[in-house]
């Protein structure tokens, strides 16, 4: 079990890893060791997820979310597939754990009237000056 939060623990069937060629470079290595780490969640089949989370989860991963509901998650910044491996399973429990804080409702507000007086004595100064440049510039012509 892989303990996102203490109420989110994910299985770890759940999660799908392949191992790919990595790109750039790195000599011979690069071409004869699949160090690279692909990393598939199904967010969709998740026991572990509410509803609610998934949702959110999904609107964060945006385009690493395929068409069926599975969140992949490349990784490629280290030689080894072992490290590699640990960034894409850390970058995922970040993501979740992220999802998992329900975003504060916001609450409907009114500019004091004192701020709407600025606004407005702000407009009718701005407004003053464009008035007499305009006035200044006709005369140059």
């Known amino acids: ?21 990595s790109s750039g470079p790195g000599g011979q290595n690069v ?13 969709d089949a998740s026991p572990a997820l509410d509803e609610a989370v998934r949702q959110r989860l999904k609107a964060l991963a945006g385009r690493r979310v395929t068409r069926a509901g ?11 597939q072992e490290r590699n491996r640990g960034a ?9 754990r992220r999802a998992s ?6 609450r409907p507000t009114r500019p004091s009237a004192a701020a709407r007086e600025r606004r407005l004595a702000e407009k009718r100064a701005r407004s003053g000056v ?5 006035a200044s510039g006709e005369e140059r012509e």
Do not use: G, H, W
């Open 1 to 21: 079990m892989i303990a996102v939060t203490k109420t989110i623990a994910l299985s770890e069937d759940e999660i799908d890893e392949r191992f790919i060629r």
């Open 31 to 43: 071409n004869k060791v699949a160090t690279a780490v692909q990393l598939r969640f199904a967010i």
């Open 130 to 134: 464009k008035r007499r440049r305009a």
């Open 101 to 106: 804080v329900a975003p504060k409702p916001r």
């Open 70 to 80: 599975v969140l992949v998650i490349t990784c490629d910044s280290y030689r080894t």
């Open 88 to 96: 894409a399973l850390a970058r995922l429990v970040d993501m979740i």
